[in-house]
T-cell receptor, first 114, second 115 residues
Framework: AQSVTQPDIHITVSEGASLELRCNYS??????LFWYVQSPGQGLQLLLK??????LVQGIKGFEAEFKRSQSSFNLRKPSVHWSDAAEYFC????????????FGRGTSLIVHP | DAGVTQSPTHLIKTRGQQVTLRCSPK?????VSWYQQALGQGPQFIFQ???????QRGNFPDRFSGHQFPNYSSELNVNALLLGDSALYLC??????????????FGPGTRLTVL
């Protein structure tokens, strides 16, 4: 069965600093990978996704993520964080071979200091 | 283009009651999935509907049931509510592609509180 680990429950950064949120997945074949963001009291917004091809994926709001098969990782990065980026971030993995139902990690809460 | 919409936004029920949540998918989408998100957790898959039939189901009891209408909108019903059913219920819509679907887009959710 597929699974996702987000090892950091909370991450605190200063505004303008760079950001990296970690995600490790478990899946036997090449997975579909996603990052979603959730603001307080809101639904999930898709930031970016990886299906195949270039392992460096560009998303919305200046985010990018890199798929590293050897490390089973799909870390999310942003070079300069804005206060409005404070939110909950979820990594998800889905089967490339069928059901396509994503399995989500527990999420990482991003806190941005001015 | 309207995205995924859900109603109501908030709901308070008591134990043992029944509840119905509603979802309208994004235009052009024919598949609806429902998720339960407990406080401090990631969303957990409940079930998915396509062509008015339940196609896949997660590890949820049969107190959780659903329906999809010809216009692709969907309902989630929960019977005999328990305190542990308190959560944010998210609807996601997508397009069917082969045996799977394209990327899921989520609605804002319905916050259910069971007292």
């Amino acid at each position: 069965a597929q699974s996702v680990t987000q090892p950091d429950i909370h991450i605190t950064v200063s505004e303008g600093a760079s950001l990296e949120l970690r995600c490790n997945y478990s899946y036997g074949a090449t997975p579909y990978l996603f990052w979603y963001v959730q603001s307080p009291g809101q639904g999930l917004q898709l930031l970016l996704k990886y299906f195949s091809g270039d392992t460096l994926v560009q998303g919305i709001k200046g985010f990018e993520a890199e798929f590293k098969r050897s490390q089973s990782s799909f870390n999310l990065r942003k070079p300069s964080v804005h206060w409005s980026d404070a939110a909950e971030y979820f990594c998800a993995v889905a089967s490339s071979g069928g059901s396509y139902i994503p399995t989500f990690g527990r999420g990482t809460s991003l806190i941005v200091h001015p | 283009d309207a995205g995924v919409t859900q109603s109501p936004t908030h709901l308070i029920k008591t134990r043992g009651q029944q509840v119905t949540l509603r979802c309208s998918p994004k235009s052009g989408h024919d598949t609806v999935s429902w998720y339960q998100q407990a406080l401090g957790q990631g969303p957990q898959f409940i079930f998915q509907y396509y062509e008015e039939e339940e196609r896949q189901r997660g590890n949820f009891p049969d107190r959780f049931s659903g329906h999809q209408f010809p216009n692709y909108s969907s309902e989630l019903n929960v019977n005999a509510l328990l305190l542990g059913d308190s959560a944010l219920y998210l609807c996601a819509s997508s397009r069917r592609v082969g045996v799977g679907t394209d990327t899921q887009y989520f609605g804002p959710g319905t916050r259910l509180t069971v007292l």
